[in-house]
């Protein structure tokens, strides 16, 4: 059993080093590569996707996984022999049903739409990623049917699978209804007091350089390091990392608006982070990636918001903001400036979106890709679509598909069923933040000295080091002992915003 | 036929974009990759080296060379077929004698090899370089020992062919000999007279980002274009591609010294001009990359010398060069600036070096690499041979490992018998630049007019558009109509220096 064992493992260790190879080249191509690059690109990474993929699928690795199945029953099922079975065997029977032609055309069509997607922005014409985005969606298809007989209940239910094993459509749906049901009210309420808030200050001229410098000041203070980590710039933020030690971040600047990159680079921070604390004895397996992406997208949420737009981290950074841009925070109160980077209004653009109107940006995403999937809406009829209920949800009027349909990446690489990992990640964040703060009742006035090593230690200690060992659910409930719930996510913002805007104490059990 | 033609184009196809992803997580480790990402790097590198090993090395393709070869010869040998079909066998019949976990070691020792250089070189402490130097030495004899019994003369011809199909030892010896005759009594020559040539304006204060504005000012003239080409910095300078709309070309600042970063700006200039002219139709072939590095040096030594350091190009770019750093040139006549950037005197850094002393660095290293395999020179008393062979052929003392044995990339990767194909390089680029200058008799006039056109275009019809479809002696019999000959370079370089200097004319048939 054991020799048995060691190929498996010494197999998808290869097929890890292999899909690190091709995260870089995707770092590469969001960041360094000529924009003529391009088409041959899309053939680099289809051929290296569908090499990766026959690898894995090989009948091979499935002998082996049965063999395996003796040594996985005389294990501790926490043991990470365990998981790495338990885990593999999941993503075996997923991955064999997927044609490795399909598997290269899908990386392919979305490294060649990605180029699309970026012309069609920077000119506001959806025409010119429509046809690219047709190709993705047809593919998608092609790619659900691979799973009939898997026992999905849902086309939709396939994909969101793909970023968070074992996520359901109509659990999602029951989340967003509950926080629709909260934010709408919530919003209105703010809206009635936009004056209690200023958030002026925020916007003037701030050089890109001098903005990377500041953000470098605040990432390091949190863990960012030099040695294992990068921040470049690119049109749509990411995080991706190619192991515990090669960690890169992106950002894209705008030289009118000191939020937009900062608290970017502060969540594709929480993203690094993650990936930077998992066990290296995890390290060129399957385990050593994250677990899902809602869990992922909690750890970006929670440093973005939670502890990037709370008042203690701002005790100790706001002094060398001020002394990085005297002109701009010079004569601005912390309490301003906190009021302004907490600033509810409804947006155009979601990674720019304050705490409370985030969730509906992703509610609308996650509503139009179930219609585009089951026909309802046609792909020409998208950006009416977008706008409509832009203005339906949160009453403003788009101006150009740039800030409106072609505002997302995720769309161009064939990522449907992503969006919804963003408002999970939120609900998430709290949870997790609740049950960290019971336990370190000294955080706040660390944060206020600048040190953030404790949270981070707890982070890593019972979430980061696991990998992928845990589904989310599982994670979860290891965490905080029980499943997903939007309450305490929702008290948090009607706690925080209701001080900063001075709204009415509410009584009894409102949520 | 033509079905399995097919087949195996296919085949080599992937195995190109494989090694195209290969590239970029090499241009990836020099010039991006976090310092601690080194090890996992070295594996990732590892492993995909060995899959492109073993799929090019798999049976298969040794059939379907086989069955192609009566398609081979109904065809045009120049055709692109017949090419692609005579190149790809000789490489498989080359690495079909190595081992996939020889290669893959090779690529993991270098890798590895690599930080342990940089580090090494940072501290000028020869001593921390050394063990993996003796890995990657004793992991090329093993190489070496592979091709037992193929016809190779001695162990440095087997390194040499991988840089240069064909290239002997003794052909090597004997025109580095005529070089070594010739250059010795010029360069003594030349250092009666030193006071004829003022270089004082080339060091000053340069800032970086001024040299790489002004590099790109001179790039862009030449043809770098940044929607397919990119510059950036890095410990040791070179050039990559992956495909011809990637070109990238990497540099290293000096803020005192203009020359260092400018004419190694435009010798990688140079190398990638080459590999963005072969023809679209071999992208993704055996035939797409470049044919030796011997030629691919003459292209980079022709840019950085016999273009970027004539005095045409210069009545263009000097007027510029002197907007850009008034203090440092505003009061130095263009002659004079001539004079300095031909400036002979030996030196301790061989990408530094005057065209003159150039070729002994040269020498130097083809020597010690010889000894070195021979066992003759232990790797412990390399800094010493160093040193006393820089004295003897140069008559300089070498400070520190840092300046001396250190001071290049090659060895760090494995890369021994490369260092020959520079001076070869040099030999022939003048054999082209005297084909060309024939042929084109209005160059010096459009050089002066910042107009590079009809240069590129004669070396990408005669000479880039082939790729690898002829090997170097092959190649420069169709251009010149005859073999490597040493002869026009030297003359070249005694009109050129002796003009400058001031020496007095030879007479006779000299050389």
């Known amino acids: 059993v054991t020799e048995k064992y060691e190929e498996l493992k010494s197999r998808l260790a290869t097929i890890h080093d292999l899909r690190m190879a091709r995260a870089i080249l995707g770092w590469d191509q969001h960041t360094k590569m000529p924009p003529k690059a391009g088409p041959l690109r899309a053939e680099h990474l289809g051929t290296l996707d569908r090499f990766i993929h026959e690898l894995f699928i090989d009948d091979e690795i499935g002998k082996l996984l049965e063999d395996a199945r003796g040594y996985e029953e005389s294990l501790d099922p926490d043991s990470d022999d365990a998981c790495l079975i338990r885990v593999t065997r999941r993503d075996y029977e997923k991955a064999s049903r997927v044609p490795p032609d399909l598997r290269a055309e899908l990386t392919r069509s979305g490294a060649i739409a990605l180029a699309a997607w970026v012309e069609s922005r920077e000119k506001s014409d959806f025409s010119i990623f429509l046809p690219y985005l047709k190709k993705n969606v047809e593919l998608t298809h092609q790619y659900i049917d691979c799973f009939d007989g898997m026992g999905f209940d849902n086309a939709y239910d396939v994909l969101l699978d793909d970023f968070d094993e074992g996520l359901k459509t109509d659990a999602v749906r029951v989340v967003f209804d509950e926080l629709k049901t909260g934010l709408v009210p919530l919003i209105a309420q703010i809206a009635e007091h936009t004056d209690r808030v200023d958030d002026s200050s925020l916007y003037g001229d701030f050089p890109t350089e001098k903005q990377r410098d500041f953000a470098l000041v605040v990432l390091e203070r949190l863990g960012f390091d030099h040695e294992s980590w990068r921040l470049d710039p690119t049109v749509h933020p990411f995080a991706m990392s190619a192991g515990t030690t ?88 912390l309490d301003t400036f906190y009021g302004a980077i907490n600033k509810v209004q409804p947006s155009l653009i979601r990674v720019e979106a304050d705490e409370a109107t985030y969730n509906l940006h992703i509610i609308l995403r996650f509503e139009l890709e179930q219609e585009i999937l089951s026909g309802e809406l046609a792909l020409d009829d998208l950006p009416e679509a977008w706008n409509a209920r832009m203005a339906d949800y949160l009453g403003i009027e788009v101006p150009d598909d740039a800030r409106g349909v072609l505002q997302d990446v995720h769309w161009s690489g064939g990522a449907i069923g992503y969006f919804p990992t963003y408002a999970l990640g939120n609900v998430i964040s709290v949870q997790l933040w609740d049950q960290l703060r019971a336990e370190l009742p000294q955080l706040d006035t660390q944060f206020e000295q600048g040190d953030f090593s404790e949270v981070g230690q707890w982070l890593r200690e019972n979430l980061h080091r696991h990998g992928r060992k845990y589904n989310s659910s599982e994670m979860l409930d290891r965490i905080v002992g029980g499943p997903m719930d939007p309450a305490p996510y929702l008290r948090y913002l009607r706690e925080k915003l209701g001080e900063i805007y001075g709204l009415p104490v509410e009584t009894g059990a409102a949520v």
């Open 246 to 333: 090669d960690i890169r971040l992106t950002t894209r600047y705008d030289e009118g608006n000191l939020g937009a990159s900062l608290f970017a680079s502060i969540h594709e921070f929480g993203h690094g982070y993650y990936e930077a604390g998992v066990d290296p004895a995890l390290e060129r397996t399957t385990l050593s990636s994250v677990t899902s992406m809602s869990l992922h997208e909690s750890q970006s949420r929670m440093w973005e918001n939670l502890i990037g737009r709370g008042l203690p981290c701002w005790r100790f950074f706001y002094p060398k903001l001020q002394e990085a841009f005297p002109a701009q925070f010079g004569d601005v109160e």
